[in-house]
C-alpha cells in the first residue's frame, strides 16, 4: 500500500468531498470507491468484494434533512486499503471492520463541520440578510474547506488503521473468518431494513419479495 498511499488518499479524499460538498456523482457509493480503490491497489476483487458488504450496510441510510450517517464511502476505500492482498474471508471480514470503524468516524467528522458551518453562518447573518454576495461565496468557500480537511483527515486515519490491523495478535484466521461470517449476514439484515423503511407495506413490498424469489431461483438454476 506504500506506494499508493498519495493517489489512495487522494482518492479517498474526493469520495468524502463527494458525499454532500462537492459534484455528487455517487463515487461515495461504497461498492464505487472501494472497488476503485482496489484498482488503484491492485486487488479490485477485494476492494469490490468490502465495497458491496459495505453497500448493503449503507442502504439503511436515510439522509433526509440534519439526519446522522456515517460516511460509508470513505470507509470502503479503508477496506479496500486492508483487504488488498489478502486472502479470501481472511481479509474481508476484518477490512470490513476497519470500514465500519471509518465511517462512523467520518459521521463524527460529517457533525463537527456541520457545526462549525452554523456557527459560521450565524457570526454573519447581519450581513446574510443584506444579502452582500461575498459572505455568500466565504461561507460556502470555508465549509468547502472544512470537508475537505474533515474528508482528508479520515482518510489518514483509515489508511493508518488499514496498515495497522494485521500486526494485531488476536487477528487469527478462524477468528477473521468468523467476523466475515457475522458481518456478511448483519449487512444483509441492514439492507433488508433500509428497503422496508424505503416501500413500507406498499405494492412495491410486493414486486420486491418477487424479484428477491426470481433472483434466488436464477442462482439455484445457474449453479
Do not use: K
Request: charged share 10%; hydrophobic share 55%; proline share 3%.
Amino acid at each position: 500500500m506504500t506506494e499508493h498511499f498519495t493517489w489512495i488518499l487522494i482518492w479517498g479524499t474526493l469520495v468524502g468531498l463527494d458525499l454532500a460538498s462537492v459534484a455528487q456523482v455517487m463515487i461515495a457509493r461504497p461498492f464505487v470507491a472501494g472497488t476503485v480503490a482496489g484498482l488503484l491497489l491492485g486487488d479490485p476483487l477485494a476492494g469490490g468484494t468490502v465495497g458491496m458488504v459495505l453497500e448493503l450496510f449503507a442502504l439503511d441510510v436515510l439522509p433526509v434533512g440534519v439526519a446522522r450517517y456515517p460516511d460509508y464511502g470513505i470507509g470502503a476505500v479503508a477496506a479496500a486499503a486492508a483487504a488488498a492482498g489478502s486472502p479470501g474471508a481472511l481479509g474481508t471480514g476484518i477490512a470490513v471492520c476497519v470500514g465500519l470503524v471509518v465511517a462512523y468516524l467520518g459521521e463524527l467528522g460529517i457533525h463537527v463541520v456541520r457545526g462549525a458551518n452554523t456557527r459560521d453562518v450565524r457570526r454573519h447573518r447581519a450581513e446574510l440578510d443584506e444579502g452582500h454576495l461575498h459572505t455568500v461565496r466565504g461561507l460556502h468557500f470555508r465549509g468547502l474547506l472544512r470537508d475537505l480537511a474533515r474528508s482528508m483527515s479520515v482518510s489518514l486515519i483509515g489508511l493508518a488503521l488499514a496498515a495497522a490491523v494485521y500486526t494485531w495478535p488476536f487477528v487469527t484466521r478462524p477468528g477473521a473468518v468468523l467476523v466475515t461470517l457475522v458481518l456478511i449476514g448483519a449487512s444483509i439484515g441492514a439492507a433488508m431494513s433500509g428497503v422496508l423503511q424505503a416501500v413500507g407495506r406498499s405494492a412495491v413490498l410486493r414486486w420486491f419479495g418477487l424479484g428477491l424469489l426470481l433472483g434466488t431461483l436464477f442462482v439455484v438454476v445457474v449453479q
